[in-house]
């Protein structure tokens, strides 16, 4: 079963890893954010050796991206990002894993301080609707 794990953040000034940026993180004690760091890549390395982690990626800022939007029968091209968003998409991994009860083990893993995972079932091919 193929899920997307969506990391979605609001760091101010935005980089990567979007922690960095965070209140909530920075205001861990240095060897806290250290260890946390530590145990997600070896957490990555492990998924990477068996096969659950696909992929994923770091995405730009925010304002970066571009809209586009079907209006008046064509489509309609904007700057990003929506301008009610406080928290935007800044990352997302691809899993594949036997079960959701996994990808949910693996999911609240990635979750840290100032910051929203979500975890969501891919479709097809072998999402949930397989």
Do not use: C
């Amino acid at each position: 079963m193929k899920y997307v794990i969506m990391i979605h953040s609001n760091p101010q000034p935005w980089g990567h890893p979007t922690s960095d940026y965070l209140p909530d993180y920075q205001d861990l004690p240095e060897e806290q954010r250290a260890r946390m760091n530590a145990e997600f890549e070896t957490m990555l390395g492990e998924l990477q050796r068996n096969g659950e982690l696909l992929g994923g990626e770091a995405l730009g800022a925010p304002e970066s991206s571009r809209l586009y939007r079907w209006s008046d029968g064509k489509p309609l091209v904007t700057d990003g990002p929506y301008a009610e968003a406080k928290e935007h998409l800044a990352g997302f991994f691809l899993i594949d894993v036997d079960s959701q009860e996994r990808a949910e083990e693996i999911a609240e893993r990635f979750s840290g301080p100032g910051e929203t995972v979500e975890l969501r079932p891919a479709m097809w091919p072998g999402g949930s609707d397989q």
